[in-house]
């Protein structure tokens, strides 16, 4: 049977409007290394390039590097003196695949992949005072959202963006009872309406992930 129409789309997107090489090697990379199907999708992944360099982003945050995707796109995209990207990621097999892709793609000197549990990385990172961020994606475990989503804040810029992947899970998000990770997913969203600082709206998405969402979350100036 064939592919749905939305993943025949995303192939053609995805050749008219295809992701840089280095990218490409990344993505290639991750596939043979057995590392789960789960990276943004290159639409996906320009449209993080996209929101980070709308804001001039110099300094960006990420929780849940895998093999170093987005980190490609998102480090890519920062711009000014002294880009930086720090990405957090708990297994160092992965870690090992996602710097092997960062070297490929010449960007060690602007990536830090930090190795071990986020909350804890991310309370390290609070405790070095660094400059404030521009842009966080949370794109982890999604039970620790919402504790990301806070442990992000609190080291973002006002006018600076937040980013979660995967908030709509296939419609999963409406039923608590379906998974650990709908409820993670539902929560993050609860708590950005519930934030009194934070602009929020969710970008239901269906392409060749299938169907799911993000959430784009602007902390007030
Ligand atoms: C899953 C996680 C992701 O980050 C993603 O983009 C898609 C699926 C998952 O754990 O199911
Ligand atoms: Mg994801």
Redesign the pocket.
């Given at each position: 049977t064939d592919p749905p129409p939305w993943v025949l789309v995303d192939r053609w997107l995805d050749g008219v409007l295809p992701a840089p090489d280095a990218v490409v090697a990344a993505q290639r990379t991750a596939d043979g290394a057995g590392l789960p199907p789960?990276a943004?999708s290159t639409q996906q992944g320009r449209l993080l390039a996209l929101l980070a360099a709308s804001i001039g982003a110099r300094r960006a945050l990420e929780v849940?590097t895998l093999a170093g995707v987005s980190a490609v796109w998102l480090a890519r995209a920062l711009r000014g003196p002294d880009p930086v990207l720090t990405t957090f990621e708990l297994s160092e097999h992965h870690a090992a695949v996602a710097r092997e892709n960062l070297a490929a793609a010449g960007l060690t000197d602007v990536v830090e992949v930090r190795v071990g549990p986020a909350l804890e990385g991310l309370a390290r990172l609070a405790a070095e005072r660094p400059e404030p961020y521009d842009l966080a994606f949370i794109?982890a475990d999604?039970p620790g959202n919402t504790a990301y989503l806070h442990a992000a804040l609190a080291l973002l810029r006002p006018g600076g963006l937040v980013v979660v992947?995967?908030v709509v899970r296939g419609g999963t998000v409406l039923d608590p009872g379906a998974d650990a990770?709908a409820r993670g997913s539902r929560a993050v969203i609860e708590a950005v309406a519930a934030h009194d600082r934070l602009t929020a709206t969710v970008v239901q998405t269906v392409g060749s992930?299938g169907y799911?969402g993000m959430l784009v979350a602007r902390l007030d100036v």
């Open positions: 789960i943004v849940g794109d999604k992947d995967n990770a992930k799911d």
